[in-house]
């Protein structure tokens, strides 16, 4: 697996990636992690807030017991340990948007412990291992370009939970640590535990990246901290790579550092390096018993899981003989899979994955639309299919009918009908047309013989002057018959 | 009949409840007393206007043949305590003028049952002290004076204006926490009786926090039967606390007058410290006599960790302190410098103005041992050490029903005597900490007086949450003991 994956060539040699991702999530949930407020995203400022959120004397966190179902929702997901008991810590650092003064997290005893996914990139599966999942506090929102003089801080994310979700170093390249970064998300919507909208901030992640020669030790790695999109992993990491390799090969050392984004040249730079990292000063919340999970509970949640994009994906394959490209593009969203088994159900998998991922994806795709939206359910679709099979229209006649389908949502036998695009298969008909055009063109007649590659042009004349409607299997045969052609 | 104030809570309860006084008249009678005894500066608010209002209300429900356990009876409030609309100071500048707009739930309680707020107690800032002298607002004067001397004693800490206030008979009783004997040591010096329930008891929802995992409220009262009283309405289970625990409370006072005989009560040699005045060992051997008289059963026990229940205490406690204070930046609310460049000069000056000495000291001590390199040789040790005094009063209580010894290691001390030395002020903590370590009950009772007149106390050490036994030895010790000495009026 390891050497096909691709590798970086420098001006010394080659130079392997090795890329990491401690993904933040939002856990999908009507309250906050540690108090009542509500962790809807939208609301004006400062209007989410409880008397916890904004730390005021005394007041004293509540865990969520929804959020620790969600959390552990997802470690199942990421076929990952549960464990039983857990501990909540204080993370210490002063920042206006930290009321408490202290981020709730979990240091030393997370939730979840480890777990791994399969990832697909070209065609190809790896596995990506989980080293942990823990669940703690966001913080709230600075904005300092309001006023010139001072800041505001905005306190409705503080006490939303997340989950943070750190994988091993286990991603060779930019697009593995993209096709990672996407399967979380499609893990995570499968298992309605995070929305996955990125430009809401609920998914966010940091990106540690280290080079090294194939074969050796890791490299150092720097931290790129807070990306919020696919594209912008594969840039930060591309963009780190090349920076970590043109320093070694210039004879430059990598510091261990953290490093930011930015968005408009999509480059990283220095944020702060390893001397200034902060002394957190974790230590277990006194506020807060240890997380004990009864067990009977944990496999209560594990028989209420959802089949998940893994397990769908190996059950397209097997079930209906789909390719592993195909299988993934179909599972990666609940929707579009529950679309395609709607539609194989009774019918030929294969063909029905054909038309699903050329035609309709397509035809989303230029319309800007998304699975959810389509215009042709998967009902209508069936019976598209169920047309072609039995030979009510020819599959050409099949794709204008389905570009119809899809400009007016209408039903294919309904158009059908009323274009009068049944398939000609009265024999009568299509000899009558073969004759014609045989007393018309007694040229190509007799050249056919000589040079069969000519019958397709008897094909097509038929074709035009039924209007496309003939079976194309009978005027095969019978022009086949009366030309005296093999 | 008497002065109004001179009743115990408990026959103030009665005499309300068969209407023989109003609660305004105790309420103005004890506002009056306020008044008079602002020399002792026990209270950093008092709520007058509030008190009345309270009082009528209590009045007409009393009239009406409502009213819950303690209704109409007057009561000052330890000013850690959040009380809605009424300033929250916890002793210190950092909180001059903050407002809540929530009750704390052991208030919350109170009011339930019909009590009436007085006023808010002072304090030790953020009930780090044993003296009150930590208090912005000035030192607590203890009513309590040297027979023939005229200098001023503190009233122990940090529930100095408690205690003071309940000896001074400021209040009917006051509520009260402690983190490491903030209610049994200012009993023990104002001949009052103090209980510190077990951890989870009392709700900590709506008190400002020093050491989550210590902290815990009880009442400071007149005597054993009145703190019984405030116990049972004060404690109860609380789902905003996640330490709270859901167990029912008992009515503590029908435990009172049970007899003791058969109990066994464990002294343990340890808490007999080096350089411990020969009163206090005389007091504590009567205690032991008293309990035998009364039938209990005397067995000698040993608590070798004690020696090292300060030392963990002062880990633990500053640790939680350093990050529990973060949330003091003046942001929100509270104390802001006026003068500062940015977000970092903002803080410093803020919190450099805001806290007073002892303040910072315990923070930067609580940083300092929780910090990359230190954590596992102070704070991680500590509560393996924790762990290991717990499981040594466990042990201790497989044979035992009760532990007895001195409450503190003197009687109340001149102002400014200690208020230099802090391992000195520290060692006023040596007999109670360990209950706070361990999680238990403890109670400090008036037992007797020294040469110069000034009150002792001795404390019993009950199982976590059987409070009920430790009443029952309360009550049995303070018959035995027969303590009727009251401070001389000399602040009104």
Not at chain 1, 75 to 95: C, H, T, V
Not at chain 2, 263 to 282: N, Q
Request: with cysteine; aromatic share 8%; glycine share 8%.
């Amino acid at each position: 697996m390891t050497e096909s994956r691709k590798l970086l060539k420098g001006e010394t040699g080659d130079w392997e990636v090795v890329i990491g991702l401690e993904v933040h999530a939002q856990v999908s949930s009507k309250s906050k992690l540690f108090s009542g407020a509500s962790a809807q995203y939208g609301a004006g400022p400062n209007e989410n807030v409880s008397l916890v959120d904004a730390a005021m004397p005394g007041m004293l966190p509540v865990i969520n017991r929804y959020c620790v179902e969600q959390a552990v929702k997802t470690g199942l997901g990421l076929n990952a340990k549960i464990n039983q008991w857990s501990r909540f810590d204080r993370k210490n650092y002063f920042y206006p948007d930290l009321p408490q003064g202290y981020q709730i997290s979990q240091y030393k005893d997370p939730i979840v412990g480890e777990g791994e996914v399969e990832v697909e990139v070209d065609g190809q599966e790896i596995t990506v291992g989980i080293e942990r999942l823990h669940l703690e506090q966001d913080a709230g929102k600075s904005i300092h370009d309001l006023s010139p003089k001072e800041s505001y801080v905005d306190l409705n994310r503080s006490g939303v939970a997340l989950m943070e979700i750190v994988s091993r170093p286990d991603m060779r390249s930019a697009d593995e640590a993209a096709a990672y970064f996407t399967k979380l998300r499609t893990i995570l919507r499968y298992l309605g535990t995070c929305d996955g909208n990125m430009e809401e901030g609920s998914m966010r992640a940091d990106v540690n990246v280290s080079v090294r020669r194939p074969g050796e030790p890791y490299g150092t790695r720097t931290e790129t901290k807070n990306i919020n999109s696919i594209r912008y992993v594969k840039q930060a990491v591309e963009y780190e790579a090349r920076r970590q390799i043109e320093v070694i090969e210039r004879g430059g050392k990598i510091d261990q550092e953290t490093r930011l984004f930015n968005v408009a040249t999509g480059e990283t730079r220095t944020m702060r390096s390893k001397e200034d990292a902060h002394d957190y000063r974790y230590f277990p919340d006194p506020d807060l018993l240890p997380l004990e999970l009864d067990p009977a509970w944990v496999e209560e949640i594990r028989k209420g899981l959802p089949e998940l994009p893994d397990a769908k994906k190996h059950r397209f394959m097997s079930d209906y003989g789909l390719s592993l490209y195909d299988a993934a593009v179909l599972s990666q969203e609940r929707a579009k899979a529950d679309y395609f088994e709607t539609l194989a159900e009774g019918r030929d998998g294969k063909l029905a994955s054909n038309w699903l991922t050329t035609e309709l994806f397509g035809a989303l795709n230029k319309a800007g639309k998304e699975i959810e939206q389509s215009p042709i359910s998967a009902v209508q679709l069936g019976k598209l299919i169920d047309l072609i099979a039995d030979k009510t229209i020819s599959g050409r006649i099949a794709k204008d009918v389905f570009a119809i389908m899809f400009e007016t949502g209408a039903d294919p036998d309904k158009i059908v009908e009323e274009r009068g695009l049944k398939q000609v298969t009265d024999t009568g008909a299509i000899e009558a047309a073969i004759d014609a055009i045989i007393a018309a063109n007694p040229e190509q007649v007799a050249q056919v013989k000589e040079k069969p590659k000519t019958f397709g042009w008897f094909v097509g004349q038929v074709m035009k002057s039924t209007g496309g409607k003939a079976n194309p299997q009978a005027v095969n045969e019978l022009l086949k018959k009366k030309l005296g052609v093999e | 009949m008497t002065n109004i104030t001179d009743l115990t809570l408990a026959d103030l309860r009665d005499a309300l409840k068969s209407k023989k006084v109003s609660s305004l008249e105790a309420t103005d009678a004890y506002l009056s007393n306020i008044e008079k005894a602002r020399e002792l500066n026990a209270f950093v608010t008092v709520t007058a206007d509030r008190a009345r209002e309270m009082a009528k209300a209590s009045d007409a429900r009393i009239a009406k043949g409502d009213g819950g356990a303690i209704e109409g009876v007057p009561l000052g409030i330890k000013d850690l305590f959040c009380t809605q609309g009424v300033q929250s100071t916890a002793g210190s500048h950092i909180l001059e003028g903050f407002v809540p707009t929530y009750e704390s739930s052991v208030s919350a309680n109170l009011w339930r049952d019909g009590a009436v707020m007085l006023g808010k107690l002072n304090m030790d800032e953020f009930a780090m002290g044993s003296s009150n002298e930590t208090s912005y607002f000035g030192p607590v004067i203890n009513p309590w004076r040297a027979k023939g001397g005229n200098s001023k004693l503190t009233p122990g800490g940090s529930s100095g204006g408690s205690s003071a206030g309940v000896a001074a008979h400021l209040c009917a009783a006051a509520t009260a926490t402690d983190t490491g004997g903030s209610i049994r040591q200012p009993a023990s010096l104002t001949a009052t009786v103090g209980v510190k329930p077990t951890y989870g008891r009392c709700s900590r929802w709506g008190v400002v926090a020093f050491a989550s995992s210590l902290d815990q409220a009880g009442p400071i009262a007149r005597d054993v039967r009145d703190s019984a009283i405030m116990l049972r309405s004060m404690a109860g289970h609380d789902p905003k606390d996640s330490t709270s625990i859901d167990r029912p409370v008992p009515d503590y006072e029908s435990s009172l007058g049970q007899s003791v005989k058969g109990l066994k009560i464990g002294v343990p040699k340890e808490y007999r410290i080096d350089g411990m005045p020969g009163e206090i060992e005389k007091l504590w051997a009567d205690g032991i006599k008293w309990m035998k008289d009364a039938g209990c059963e005397i067995v000698d026990i040993s608590l070798p960790l004690t020696k090292y229940a300060l030392p963990v205490y002062y880990i633990v406690a500053p640790a939680e302190a350093s990050s529990n204070l973060a949330r003091y930046d003046g942001v929100r609310y509270g104390h802001r410098a006026k003068e500062y460049s940015d977000v970092l000069s903002m803080y410093s000056n803020t919190r450099a103005e805001g806290f007073g000495k002892e303040v910072q000291r315990r923070i930067m001590i609580g940083a300092y041992v929780l910090s990359a390199g230190y954590y596992d040789a102070y704070y991680l040790r500590a509560q393996k050490v924790r762990k290991r005094i717990f499981d040594e009063f466990v042990d201790a209580f497989s044979k035992v029903d009760l532990i007895l010894t001195p409450s503190a290691p003197s009687a109340a001390f001149a102002l400014g005597e200690k208020s230099n030395d802090p391992v000195q002020m520290y060692l006023n903590d040596v007999f109670t900490v360990t209950a706070n370590l361990a999680g238990l009950p403890g109670a400090s009772v008036p037992a007797g007086l020294d040469e110069r007149g000034l009150p002792l106390g001795l404390q019993l050490i009950a199982k976590p949450f059987d409070e009920e036994t430790m009443f029952k030895g309360m009550y049995a010790l303070e018959q035995a003991a027969a303590f009727k000495a009251r401070p001389e009026v000399w602040w009104a």
